[in-house]
């Protein structure tokens, strides 16, 4: 309901754009783009056709246009840079903190790419160098070069004049790291305590060194999960010898949190996480076809199973009225076993020592509401076709089928994730294949032994 | 993949404590688990069988119980509480922030809850009655009223000495609020400003007075889409009368984004997010048959469908054979633009201006991928079967139903959102009831039309 009551800001400013471009006007659609943080640019792009949104992104702020770029899934942004000419891809690109630039480099032609390295200077492009050396999806590609570090041996007063004379600090600064001078991580001094304390306190006395730092091979699903179990706003950045090389910080986890709903949302349905809602129909068709085509591959599978039954089908025809509801109803329960055991596997909840413990406790859950439904289901197909053997027949089908759903729910996930694939994706099609197989061959083989004589 | 190479840091500990505690020795285990932090503590919890749960928790250092409580599900917390003495749970909250604390209120026993009410200061407990006046899920329930205000009429030198004075600051305090006499919101200053301007600066020309600040009635989605949209740490809270309230921080805002992400995930597939991964047989029993006692319903509205077409299914039993994989397929299609869609109206992106040319694209997508799947499929069924009437009548049926799934994909989704439902939820259900009875209706029926003569 949450999300119902919304107030939808951006379904609004939605409504009020689309009008302004209706009414051909430009003036005032540049003025209401431009009134948008980045981030809700880039959202209000996603949420447009094809032809308006090359219309809208001409008229964004040129300042902006870089971190528009940020805040867009892969297949937006691949087209909103074909939109550009390589000088202004360069200009947008060139102001981008390390971290970010690094995340947009391999949606660049390459000759843009060598003009962007050409106009950083040697610092920069060592440090992006550096980043991009890294694997992409761990800490090394999230982190961020640009970190305030200070010695242990000297006074807050010397650290508060050295902060004076530097101005500004990075983004989402909360902590200065304190480094030995091989330039090793020790420790953090919160900006809090260098405001709280005596000026004429030595900072060794500040050091708070209980948060580990991160290691820089580190998946970025590990670093979202100290963040969150650690309520952290940044942490430092380690190679293996203990040398600092930078810092991640919340926004950028925050961004990985929503990707990994996205992906676990929009992969369970065979789509990537950076599908664009409006992608050319040719592109669309194509990648659908695929996932529908594996699909009819295993509905065949499932169709084969009935095919075996035709002659007690053509005995029978209320068989063929009502297998679908068997085989369906294990669909229903195995996905909701499914749905627990992936988020389980996720918050790595689920290893051999309890697997067990979690099958035996969804196979007494199946057991009962396999007696409970098979009892209605079973009353009401008496009612329907007034044959008591072809309703003890569902009933003990749908029985056997829901204990099927409940194993498979825990053990297709649990097995996918032993194997190294990702259970979020292929454990559904897997998890309804045996479903339905399972269904029509438990309800027709049933069928078969008790009521074709 | 990123989610196969992952350390999985709790399932290693779970691995080591199942150890301890299966050798009987708790020294070891209650070792072990006061090493983790209240979160961590809290995700082991959950993920042990309701026995190992009371062990563990009886273990875990009395000074965590409170944090522990807060990371936990309803349900897992409702048992962890219901293992305390009253004693216990008033030592374990009292000490929890004013925010953390509204949220723990209505799990806790009434009487636990008038002596935790007692054990406060008059402060607390009315700061603590405010915060409950908001609704569940607004960003009053979300603040903490902990909040640390300067006023104009200074220079940041005073300010330095005040902070020195005040000693610690609230957790995630990044920025000062700067307030007028009556305490209404003006505006913020950067501790990092503090830091790095010379003292005898003025307040007032370090106030950043661009971050707008969060209604207190705004919910809690708006919210966390603010911060992700700013990439804010912390902002404050207002009431209508723009007088500062409090102050929402990221850590917060965190927690409901990684909600948000499994309400979607499991509430699909009729769960709630609350769910206990070993929750008793009984209970998950009862929550299931809601479920699947739904689901029956709509598998006999498909199944009335083809009970209407017995007499055609007597004559050509291949029909049984093959009309799953027309239903099937078209669900699955179904599925994809509807997982689509639910992230579009998550974002806000998707509203009348453009679910036209949204179902103009998935149309023609449907309708590409209809005639190649339809081509495949015929052919395929042509072998099987050898008459080609039939493939014509499959090829023809999977198309239609794959235009209808594209139509309902878009339409059920947004539909149930501006009646004011969840389309998260009810949407597949829906869904697959729509591609389930036309696939049947448009198999059966054409079947009937030109192969029955």
Redesign the interface.
Known sequence: ???????????RQ??LL??ALDSGRLGPVRRLVNTL?P??IG?LL????KAQRTVVWGLVDPEDDGEVLLHVGDEVREGLIADMDPDEIVAAVEDLDIDDLADLVEDLPDTVLDEVLKSMDRDNRERLEQVLSYDE?SAGRLMNPDVVTVRTDTTIDVV?RY??L????P????HLYVVSRRHQYLGRIA??S?????PNMPVNRLIDDEQPAIDVH?????VA?Q?????W?SAPVVDDNNILLGRIT??D???I??E???H???G????GED?D???P??R??KR??L???I??GT??L??SV??QF?TT??HI?????????V???GG??G??V???V?????????????VQ??IW?EV??AA??GL??GL??GL?VWAWFGEWPLALVIASALTINLLMAALAGVLVPVTL?RM?????LAGGVILTTVT?VMG?LSFLGLATLVLVR
């Open positions: 309901m949450a999300e119902a009551v919304r107030h939808d800001k951006t379904a939605l409504r689309s009008d943080s981030a809700e959202n996603e949420s447009l056709p999806g508060l902060l004076r530097r101005g500004e600090l983004d989402h600064t909360d900006l809090q260098l405001l709280t304390s005596e580190e998946s970025e699903g590990d999960r963040f969150s179990d650690h309520d706003i919340i926004d986890v925050v961004d949190i929503r990994q709903a996205e676990q949302a929009l369970a349905a065979g789509l599908e809602l409006f992608s129909v040719p669309a068709t659908r076809l996932w529908l085509g699909n009819l509905a065949f499932a169709s009935v095919g035709q089908i053509a025809v209320a068989l063929a009225v009502l297998m679908p509801i085989a369906g109803m229903n329960a996905t909701q499914l749905a627990l992936v988020r389980g596997l996720a918050l790595g909840q689920l290893g051999a020592s309890n413990v979690l406790k007494r859950v009962l509401n409970m439904l209605v289901l009401i994730k190294g694939f990702d259970p979020a339905d029509f």
